[in-house]
Nanobody, 122 residues
Framework: VQLVESGGGLVQAGGSLRLSCVASGRDLSDYAMGWFRQSPGKEREFVATVSRTGATTYYADFVKGRFTISRDNAKNTVYLQMFSLKAEDTAVYYC????????????????WGRGTQVTVSS
């Protein structure tokens, strides 16, 4: 499956962005989906994940209450709605997919997009 992220950009602290990830090549409903992020000099870290049906979601503690992951299998698209953005949210955000269950572990995911840059100015 190929994954293409979009929706990144430059936003002021306290602002919002919605990231999208469109999948092609396979039926998205076959995959658990996740979002990870990576800042310069840091390891890739878990942000959020959603089960195949969308019924189950998990979030990193640092985004709980601010970010929401959702999916529209009919559109083969996963979203990450981000509110109350902070300077420390600045990173490249990656969409990921795997046949396994939702996971917060990088190595659990087989398919990755190329990422979209999110920059939050303070």
């Amino acid at each position: 499956v190929q994954l293409v992220e979009s929706g990144g950009g430059l936003v002021q602290a306290g602002g919002s962005l919605r990231l999208s990830c469109v999948a092609s090549g396979r039926d998205l409903s076959d995959y658990a989906m996740g979002w990870f992020r990576q800042s310069p000099g840091k390891e890739r870290e878990f942000v959020a994940t959603v089960s195949r049906t969308g019924a189950t979601t998990y979030y990193a503690d640092f985004v709980k209450g601010r970010f929401t992951i959702s999916r529209d299998n009919a559109k083969n698209t996963v979203y990450l709605q981000m509110f109350s953005l902070k300077a420390e949210d600045t990173a490249v955000y990656y969409c990921t997919a795997d046949h396994g269950p939702p996971s917060a572990v990088v190595s659990s995911y087989r398919y990755w997009g190329r990422g979209t840059q999110v920059t939050v100015s303070s």
